[in-house]
């Protein structure tokens, strides 16, 4: 193996997989979105017959998701997305309690395991219905937007999706990530100016992340350096 497969390699193994960022974003802020919903509930005066039904309806969607939970898991997306005998699956749980935090979460999962899958078409349809307030959780969505659009071999949009959700999201660690991303489809879709403006400014702007590790590393390619 040559040294440029070799760095190519290393650098392959350094990014995360997008399917296992979303998971990761959506278990850490799951409670944060639940805590959220309710407090809003409260504040705006709700009745307390509302905020029972939302708390039912709640705790029914939170105990669907978490029966098919082991299917995420290991992998079965497909199951995990029609679900089994007995069990409901992302689909259904997406759309019977659409206005619950796990409803959300459902269709987050949801769009994930379409595009773990390998159909784009199917998880950005999804992705262009999901609305959060959380910023690292429509993030996410931005991410996975863009995921399905480079999956498709569309970089352009999903340039645009991954620089977008860099903007948006809170985390640091993510920030940087979104925008390598963005500058790689960037790169792909035959823009360097704009890629290499990109990955100097996560050097710039996020020194010591993975992030800026793999965008000095890009542009050291891209300058012909090792």
Do not use: C
């Amino acid at each position: 193996m040559t040294q440029i497969q070799t760095e190519q390699s290393q650098q392959e193994a350094m990014k995360p997989d997008a399917a296992d960022n979303l998971l990761y974003i959506v278990i850490k802020y799951k409670n944060v979105l639940i805590g959220l919903l309710l407090v809003l509930i409260a504040i705006g005066g709700g009745t307390a017959f509302w905020l029972n039904h939302q708390k039912t309806a709640e705790l029914e969607a939170s105990l669907h998701l978490s029966k098919i939970a082991y299917l995420l898991d290991r992998g079965d997306f497909r199951k995990a997305i029609d679900g089994t005998p007995g069990n409901s699956g992302l689909k259904s749980i997406s759309v019977d309690y659409s206005g619950t935090p796990s409803g959300k979460m459902a269709s987050l999962l949801l769009a994930n395991a379409y595009y773990s899958l390998g159909q784009p078409d199917s998880a950005l349809a999804v992705y262009k219905g999901i609305s959060l307030n959380n910023k690292d959780l429509a993030a996410a969505v931005l991410a996975g937007t863009g995921a399905s659009h480079a999956e498709k071999k569309q970089y352009g949009e999903a340039a645009t999706s991954y620089a977008a959700a860099s903007e948006k999201a809170d985390n640091k660690t993510l920030k940087a990530q979104y925008l390598v991303s963005a500058a790689d489809n960037y790169l792909d879709s035959g823009n360097s100016e704009k890629a290499a403006e990109l990955y100097k400014k996560t050097v710039d702007d996020f020194p010591g992340s993975t992030g800026a590790a793999l965008a000095q590393r890009s542009l050291w390619q891209m300058s012909g350096n090792r």
